[in-house]
């Protein structure tokens, strides 16, 4: 078979069109499966903002400096929700008990999963590779 530049250019026009597509579609085929509860974890943010816990923690590294970033406090194999409830009820040296209602403890329990689900904020398990992207550090 003889191939033309012409032919080539709509043999090319199309697995372009069909891979294309090909990235489009496949994030819609994926159903998302979420960990957390979306409406408990927005009454959560509204908790975290009442009671002005920013002033103190960060999220995503922002935030007051006095207690640790909670962004991945969640997943963390030595801390965990049963861990962050207890901090909440009895408090530290530096944090105040905080008297929480279930509902308001379980939303921002809830905000604190969306939050972890979300990603990794510490920029220590991050580097940047020679092309200049964001890579996470396999070697932890």
């Not at 975290?48 to 400096?65: A, D, F, K, P, R």
């Not at 990794?120 to 020679?130: G, L, S, V």
Request: contains cysteine.
């Amino acid at each position: 078979m003889n191939f033309r530049p012409k032919h080539m250019f709509y043999i090319l026009c199309a697995l372009f069109l069909l891979y294309s597509f090909s990235i489009y579609i496949k994030p819609l085929s994926i159903k998302e499966e979420s960990k957390f509860n979306k409406e408990k974890a927005a009454d959560g943010r509204l908790v975290w903002q009442s009671y002005n816990c920013q002033s103190c923690h960060q999220l995503y590294s922002l935030g007051g400096y006095l207690g640790p970033d909670l962004t991945n406090i969640i997943s963390n194999p030595n801390k965990g929700e049963t861990i962050v409830r207890a901090m909440i009820k009895s408090g530290t040296k530096q944090m105040p008990a905080f008297s929480l209602t279930d509902t308001e403890m379980n939303s921002l329990i809830e905000f604190l999963k969306s939050t972890d689900a979300s990603g990794k904020a510490d920029p220590r398990e991050f580097y940047i590779n020679k092309f200049g992207m964001i890579e996470e550090n396999e070697s932890e």
